[in-house]
């Protein structure tokens, strides 16, 4: 059920959202509601809190490691094309 909230910007901030959202071809409304999805969100666990049941189960799973994709990528294409 959606419900009436009144805010109260600086006048120069509320231009330049009304700007974003035509360019985003957005409501201000759904801007704002997306914004305090993500507020909430970070406050309860961050994306976690977002995750699937299957995606929790499989988060982490690869470690926390840092993976170079370039180099990872490079020694795909150099053990494939060069055999």
């Known amino acids: 059920m959606n419900s009436k909230l ?8 509320i231009e330049e959202i009304k700007i974003f959202a035509l360019k985003h071809k957005r409501s ?3 801007l704002t509601e997306d914004l305090y999805k993500k507020v909430l969100i970070n406050k309860e ?3 976690a809190a977002i995750l699937s049941p299957i995606a929790k189960k499989y988060k982490g799973i690869l470690g926390t490691e840092k993976i170079d ?4 990528k490079l020694e795909y294409l150099k053990e494939k094309h060069l055999k």
Not at 6 to 13: H, M, V
């Open 28 to 30: 201000i409304s759904s």
């Open 6 to 13: 009144t805010l109260r910007l600086d006048k120069d901030i």
């Open 69 to 72: 994709i370039e180099k990872q």
């Open 45 to 47: 666990g961050g994306a």
